[in-house]
């Protein structure tokens, strides 16, 4: 399985879910990455009226990636984006990297 899941996190397969696993999948193995790990769903504390509560967002833990892994990853993620006219948006915070479908 390409992705892990943290403990406690409710990960719901919605359509939406289910494209961003696949977005993340290709971007972190493009990356050298051998997983990727999803540290929160639909649950935990977002802010109000957030898509984590809709399932068409999702947390990644990001803080054990090298910065050249990175870059190739969110390359990645934004050229999907661009290119395909994907509904995509990723927000790389202090510990994760949020990413969500506003399609
Ligand atoms: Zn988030």
């Known amino acids: 399985m390409p992705y892990?899941?943290?403990?406690?996190?409710v990960l719901v397969l919605s359509a939406p879910v289910d494209k961003l696993l696949g977005f993340l999948e290709d971007a972190t193995a493009r990356a050298g990455l051998p997983f990727f790990t999803v540290t929160s769903g639909v649950e935990g504390a977002h802010r109000e009226n957030s898509l984590?509560?809709?399932?068409?967002?999702?947390?990644v833990r990001n803080k054990n990636w090298k910065p050249a892994q990175i870059q190739i990853a969110y390359a990645r993620l934004a050229e999907i984006r661009d290119r395909d006219k994907q509904p995509l948006r990723f927000l790389p915070e202090t510990d994760h990297l949020h990413i969500e479908w506003r399609g």
């Not at 892990?4 to 996190?9: D, H, I, Y």
């Not at 984590?52 to 947390?59: F, N, P, Q, S």
């Open 52 to 59: 984590h509560y809709e399932a068409r967002a999702l947390d």
């Open 4 to 9: 892990r899941v943290k403990r406690g996190v």
